[in-house]
């Protein structure tokens, strides 16, 4: 049906599109408060990026990805995710070069193919930071404090922060080593994805929504158990950070997200507001991402909300937000002499930053009065032969109904005093 939009994705309009503009208005002042700048990366991208970044073992690799090849033969990816191409970006442009840290954000559409459900679309919306150069538990916090004041100024309360720590290469290959010998005890139950899993990353097991599954990972080693002594200092100055900023926490060694780039510092903002799908953003420190995409080793971390799912909270928590409609001055007329009159008036006032409107229907007076008070006018005003003729019209107040008489030679003044 070609009036119909496709499985998984929506149309944004009317009340909707007023929270999604005051949202991003939200988080472009948030993250120039703190210093990050904004990147416009393609929509799609070369499939050996992901595979690469994301990693050839997670769900979105092997089973969301919008992959295709286009008319040259090139295997080609609308982009799930935007971690990979910030990277990617970071890399191509040399801005390692430049003094570091660089901070970057972005608010993108990205793709996956999976079931649609509330707040997860197959087309949906990320925001996300990206914090290049630095190797520092400060770096880890100051993106924590960014996504903690992002759900202060949406309203959002009601969540609590779960942290962990991965550790860095050589902790983990020790704790996949102890993971896999106690996997290995119940390999027979474990369903057979995670089967698959058990050889190529056990650590992806841990992630797994089967309830039988997860029985078996709830008593399983944590990671926390075998970070090196580099590892376990800088998740406690996270902590002793995130003390001394007064945000509160949860060690929660079942946090190890979904993507393979990963190291050190995780974690999740989760809202029980919205059932088992609590988890509102999530980021972490990812340092061998860039120097697995063919560059030098670069230390990063950051994060990333899903925008729709970031709504449904709100919405669970505050309420659905309504928008009244809002014009300055509406503008009626009768006869054709007044409409021209009328129009171009609106124009005179809209260039001065006024919204102003008019009719376009031909309209009766009473009509155009009824869609006046409809679309939100503070004032209105109506133009006839007798007005043009001498020059002055009546201003009503919508509200209080008041009317004054103006000049109509001065009117775009008069006006843009009254609003």
Not at 24 to 38: H, T, V
């Amino acid at each position: 049906m070609l009036t119909k939009a496709p499985r998984g994705t929506k149309d944004l309009f009317g009340d909707e599109i007023n929270e999604w503009v005051e949202m991003e208005k939200i988080i472009r002042n948030l993250c120039s408060d703190f210093g990050y700048g904004e990147i416009r990366t393609p929509i799609f991208e070369h499939t050996e990026l992901f595979q690469r970044g994301v990693g050839e073992t997670t769900d979105i690799v092997q089973k969301e990805m919008y992959s295709f090849q286009d008319k040259k033969g090139r295997n080609i990816t609308l982009k799930p995710e935007g971690t990979a191409g910030a990277a990617r970006a970071y890399l191509e442009h040399k801005m390692y070069a430049n003094p570091q840290p660089t901070k970057l954000y972005y608010i993108t559409p990205a793709f996956r193919y999976e079931k649609p459900q509330a707040g997860r679309m197959r087309q949906f919306h990320q925001f996300g930071i990206e914090l290049f150069g630095a190797e520092s538990a400060t770096a880890d916090v100051e993106v924590i404090t960014v996504a903690a004041e992002l759900l202060k100024r949406m309203g959002i309360s009601k969540v609590k922060l779960h942290i962990n720590s991965l550790g860095g290469p050589e902790c983990r290959k020790k704790y996949n080593q102890k993971l896999k010998e106690y996997l290995g005890k119940n390999l027979d139950n474990l369903c057979e994805t995670c089967k698959e899993r058990f050889e190529k990353n056990p650590l992806r097991i841990l992630d797994c929504k089967k309830e039988s599954c997860g029985d078996i990972v709830a008593n399983a080693p944590t990671v926390l158990d075998t970070l090196g002594d580099e590892c376990r200092d800088h998740f406690e100055m996270v902590k002793t950070l995130l003390d001394e900023m007064g945000i509160e926490y949860v060690v929660d060694p079942g946090i190890v997200r979904g993507l393979d780039y990963y190291t050190r510092t995780v974690f999740e903002f989760i809202s029980t507001d919205i059932g088992a799908q609590g988890t509102i953003c999530g980021g972490g420190r990812y340092n061998n991402l860039v120097e697995e995409l063919g560059g030098p080793s670069t230390p990063a971390v950051g994060f990333a909300v899903g925008l729709e799912r970031l709504l449904l909270v709100r919405e669970a928590e505050k309420g659905k937000k309504e928008y009244a409609p809002s014009k300055d001055i509406f503008i009626g007329y009768i006869g054709e002499k007044a409409l021209v009159k009328a129009h171009g008036l609106v124009y005179k006032l809209r260039q001065k930053g006024i919204k102003a409107e008019s009719d376009h229907l031909k309209k009766s007076v009473k009509a155009q009065m009824k869609y006046g008070d409809k679309i939100g006018a503070k004032y209105s005003m109506i133009l006839g032969e007798n007005e043009i003729n001498t020059g002055k019209a009546m201003i009503k107040n919508m509200e209080t109904r008041e009317q004054i008489e103006v000049d109509l030679s001065n009117i775009v003044e008069i006006i843009g005093d009254l609003i």
